[in-house]
């Protein structure tokens, strides 16, 4: 890289992302140097791009007016930043493109240009995007004809037969609550949130306990909760309080389920939010997988998609989830989240 000291030399051509430096010539940027990422990533050799015209390798005829858009921002001393179409020697690929002008005294306005490679994930994502939402649709469609049809039959039936009707219905039930779990899911992924979230916990919370405590008049659900404490998280923080207080209930076998959501300020900068009860403990296997601590195989994923909520949303607010045993003889999951000034 021109002029550049020995540290910034070495940082640069090592770093992962491809980076390319540059000079304005008649208003078209010149390539002065690259980084071993570029060359891997675009394709080209480094000696038959040094001295050649930038957008001439890298930008298709058809966004020749977009990039030319750019490279006035940059010589007008503008920082640069969005995502972009670039040609590589394989075929277009996706960039996160930044460019950073600065001033050369021996030649006026340069700048340098990263390019960080998007094309797989974005691709990933798209991907994924579209298989939710038609699983979602054609799973919830076939679960109700399911379900309804099921119900019918089994009023005709008795004995054996109708205990198979019930195993269906129960199968049935079980995929609606996966397709509404993916749909919670799906919201929690695609929300923006604002820059400094910052929410009052205790009313959410108590939200939740009251909700559970009407419907479910059978389980002892108690709180230790203080006045008020703000936390770094958004009304969202409530889909995970609600899941693990679903599970705490729904996976307890006793007539009367014991639950305490309780807070405990850890330290002065974070908070636990911990959800316990006295049912058995959620297998090692699942715990493992969720956190981290084990990979996810065919056969090792997680039993439903609860756990994997409560732990993208915690992880959204910059936050961890933990998993331990309770004084009431079952589960403790903690949610540790950032405290804020509300």
């Not at 060359?39 to 038959?48: A, I, Q, S, T």
């Not at 700048?111 to 579209?130: C, K, M, N, P, S």
């Not at 099921?150 to 995929?175: K, Q």
């Amino acid at each position: 890289m021109h002029e550049a000291g020995n540290g910034w030399r070495y940082l640069i051509e090592h770093i992962q992302d491809a980076v390319v430096e540059f000079e304005f010539v008649d208003g078209e940027p010149v390539i002065r140097g690259v980084n071993g990422a570029f060359v891997d990533v675009f394709g080209y050799d480094r000696e038959e791009l040094v001295g050649a015209s930038l957008n001439g390798y890298i930008v298709p005829d058809w966004l020749a007016e977009e990039a030319a858009a750019l490279d006035g921002r940059t010589a007008a001393g503008e920082i640069n930043y969005r995502r972009v179409k670039r040609q590589t020697a394989d075929g277009l690929r996706e960039f996160l493109y930044r460019a950073v002008p600065y001033e050369n005294p021996d030649a006026g306005r340069d700048g340098f240009a990263v390019y960080t490679d998007l094309t797989d994930i974005t691709r990933t994502e798209r991907q994924l995007r579209v298989l939710n939402r038609v699983l979602r649709h054609n799973l919830r469609n076939a679960v109700t004809v399911i379900a309804g049809n099921t119900e019918h039959l089994r009023d005709r039936l008795d004995g054996t037969e109708r205990e198979i009707t019930d195993t269906i219905a129960g199968a049935a039930g079980d995929l609606r609550t996966l397709t509404s779990e993916a749909a919670r899911i799906q919201r929690l992924l695609e929300a923006e949130d604002p820059d400094d979230p910052s929410i009052d916990a205790v009313p959410l919370i108590r939200g939740v306990v009251a909700e559970y405590r009407e419907t479910n008049p059978a389980a002892s659900i108690e709180t230790d909760l203080p006045e008020s404490i703000a936390v770094s998280a958004t009304k969202r923080l409530r889909t995970a309080i609600d899941a693990l207080v679903e599970n705490a209930i729904e996976h307890n076998p006793a007539d009367e389920p014991r639950v305490c959501v309780r807070i405990d300020p850890a330290e002065n900068a974070w908070v636990d939010v911990l959800v316990e009860d006295d049912g058995p403990l959620i297998p090692a296997a699942e715990r493992d997988v969720v956190t981290g601590d084990a990979e996810i195989t065919p056969t090792r994923h997680g039993s439903g998609l609860g756990l994997w909520l409560v732990k993208w949303t915690t992880e959204r607010f910059g936050g961890d989830l933990a998993f331990g045993e309770s004084d009431l003889g079952g589960n403790s999951v903690r949610l540790r989240l950032q405290r804020t000034d509300g």
